[in-house]
């Protein structure tokens, strides 16, 4: 049965979504045993967590930052092309705002999109000036490359290939040069599980799980006047990503579990070029950035055949959607599970001086990149859609922020453009920590009372994550239909009725959180009947249907039930 049209709020039991979702509020986790608190948790140390605890500390009297392994864990370290800003003379905030709108499909927020693009050149040169040494040219500029759907050089680079790990050391080495500051405090290893509420609803600290010594060890409770996730992407939901572990959706599976607004959180960006390592690899896998292809690289099937010649006018620099479509089209057309990068041209010292770090994984894996064709196909990459926020990162939960990548701020539309994500996190980490601060210092967000928390949910068990991953790579991947969402779905709600586990741990709490990021995905892609950047359903393959140019929005009830909703976006000039 096919769906109504867009715009009527529907809860999910509606038989064109599939089988009824019903969201626990909790997650078993026990009585916490001790209480801590403060002013703000922030919670994730990665670009946009750091950034935020950093500017709240000069800012509010007490900031907890909480991270679930170490400091340096998470997608930042792993980022490798750069960070987007219109820094080089020739560019303009205009030119970076008109290629983010049209990577983004017409669904873009342009206020979001303005702030990114005006405020980002300065927040980059702020990273410059805290510490972040990027890669400069012969006159001690900013050495820009280009990436795919950019029409400028503009994307500053650390380590030839190593950004986000020099961003991170920054970032952490400035937390550390604070650390005996009474107004940080700074916890390792603890696991946010889920969020209070007063009776209001107003968020008012976590839940946690802390591996530690002393007294804040086990489960416990940080009670604070605000909440900022910072905690990252999705992508361990599907059997392979670029992602590291630690992305398995926490902080959205909370926020949905608190009734926050969520949207647009069936735009998952697949990365076309992630190194193909055999049938049935899974987890993190090696990423080829998109850089490589700035640089010249390009992209063969089995026959040398340049396919994205006469696809796209950018060709093989396309916006990412494009070429992983072409991509997943070329291995239907071939029979093959991967196509070829082609970089043999750039030549060893160019690719090992540029590329460093790639260059060492390759070889590491059995290829060189000077040598040798790269066997690629599009993995998991970026989740595009999150916790719906507004201009100062505020969710539909009051006390409530989200940062980076856990967050929607509408920068990204339907598909981000590459290297906006570390600069959208580092933007509105900015305009976070300067709003929470300007409401506690007008005396908004007093300090309440959590509401009494009743006993959680059985969890999933840790073994079913792999079943969880399957059945979103079959059905919700980087092609979906109707048909394969619906068999996602159905698979999703037999395994949440045989979670029976009540044994509470990391492990278990990441796979019911990877249970319902994956099912709120499923129903927001199925909503979505059209092919639309990131969403591409094969039975809707006619590109953007005016009908749904907008935001999808899905948020769970009192009762658990989740209600999806359609706000349409104004038209955009993307000629
Ligand atoms: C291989 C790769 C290459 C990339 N290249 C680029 C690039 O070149 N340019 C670009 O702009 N973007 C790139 N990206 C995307 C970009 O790196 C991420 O979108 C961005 O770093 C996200 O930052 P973040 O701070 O939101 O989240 P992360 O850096 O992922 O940090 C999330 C943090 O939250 C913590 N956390 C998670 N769950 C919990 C929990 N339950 N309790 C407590 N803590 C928790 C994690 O441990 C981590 O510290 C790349 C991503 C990958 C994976």
Redo the contacts with the bound molecule.
């Keep these: 049965m096919s769906a109504d049209r867009p715009g009527a709020d529907r809860p999910s039991g509606d038989p064109a979504l599939g089988p009824p979702l019903a969201v626990p509020r909790w997650l078993v986790s026990g009585e916490p045993g001790w209480t801590t608190s403060a002013d703000v948790v922030v ?9 935020t605890a950093l500017r709240l500390r000069q800012r509010v009297d007490r900031v907890l930052l ?19 800003a219109a820094l080089d003379p020739a560019d303009s905030p205009q030119e970076h705002l008109h290629d983010t709108l049209v990577a983004g499909c017409g669904i873009c927020d342009v206020p979001a999109v303005t702030a990114l693009v005006h405020e980002g050149p300065e927040r980059v040169r702020e990273l410059v000036a805290l510490g972040a040494e990027f890669d400069l040219d012969e006159e001690g500029e900013l050495r820009l490359t280009r ?1 795919g759907g950019h029409h400028r050089d503009r ?1 500053a ?1 650390a380590g030839g ?1 190593a ?2 790990k020099e ?2 050391r920054a970032l952490i080495a400035a937390l550390h040069a604070v650390q005996d500051d009474p107004g940080i405090e700074v916890i390792e290893h ?4 889920d969020l209070l509420q007063d009776v209001d609803e107003r968020v008012c600290g ?1 839940t ?1 799980h802390v591996i530690g010594e002393g007294q804040i060890d086990g489960v416990g409770a940080a009670l604070a006047r605000a909440v900022v996730l ?4 999705l ?1 361990q939901v599907y059997s392979a ?4 572990s ?6 959205l599976a ?1 926020a949905l579990r608190a009734g926050a607004v969520l949207t647009d959180v069936e735009f998952v960006q697949f ?1 076309p070029t992630v190194l193909w390592l055999g049938e049935g690899s899974s987890g ?1 896998q ?2 080829i ?3 490589v292809r700035g640089e010249g690289a390009f992209l063969v099937d089995r026959d040398g055949v340049r396919f994205m010649q006469g696809r796209h006018p950018l060709a093989d620099l396309a916006p990412r959607d494009v070429v992983s479509r072409a991509i997943v089209d070329r291995m239907h057309e071939t029979g093959e599970q991967h196509v070829f990068l082609d970089a043999r041209h750039l030549g060893r010292e160019f690719l090992e001086q540029r590329f460093p770090s790639i260059v060492a994984r390759c070889r590491e894996l059995g290829f060189d990149p000077a040598v040798d064709l790269l066997p690629v196909a599009p993995a998991q ?3 595009s859609g999150g916790v719906r926020t507004d201009l100062e990162g505020r969710s539909s939960l009051d006390g409530l922020y989200a ?5 929607c701020t509408g920068v990204h539309g339907a598909n ?1 453009l ?8 580092l933007v509105f ?1 900015h305009r976070i920590a300067d709003d929470i601060s300007a409401r506690l210092a007008a005396g908004e967000l007093p300090p309440v009372e959590p509401a009494p928390a009743p006993a959680g949910t059985a969890l999933l068990d840790g073994s079913a994550r792999v079943q969880v991953q399957a059945a979103m790579t079959a059905g919700a991947g980087a092609v979906r239909s109707a048909g394969s969402l619906a068999q996602t779905a159905a698979t999703l709600v037999e395994l949440a009725a045989a979670a029976t586990s009540e044994e509470p741990g990391p492990e278990s ?2 796979t019911t ?1 990877l249970l319902h990021v994956g099912q709120v995905l499923t129903l927001a892609a199925t909503l979505r009947e059209e092919t639309r950047g990131g969403h591409v359903r094969s039975d809707h393959p006619e590109l953007v249907d005016p009908d749904w140019r907008g935001h999808t929005h899905l948020v769970r009830g009192a009762d658990g039930t989740v209600t999806t909703s359609f706000e349409p976006v104004p038209e955009q000039d993307l000629a």
Excluded: F, M
């Design positions: 919670v994730g140390s990665g670009i946009a967590g750091l950034t909480v991270t679930k392994t170490v400091l340096s864990e998470g997608s930042t370290q792993w980022a490798q092309g750069g960070i987007a990436e994307i680079h290939d950004t986000g961003i991170s603890a696991l946010v599980v976590v946690l910072a905690t990252g992407g992508g990503t670029t992602n590291p630690v992305a398995t959706g926490d902080g909370a990365h993190q090696p990423l950035s998109e850089a990459h970026y989740a940062c980076g990548e856990v967050s981000r590459a290297s906006n994500s570390l600069l959208e996190g980490a709490w990441e959180n």
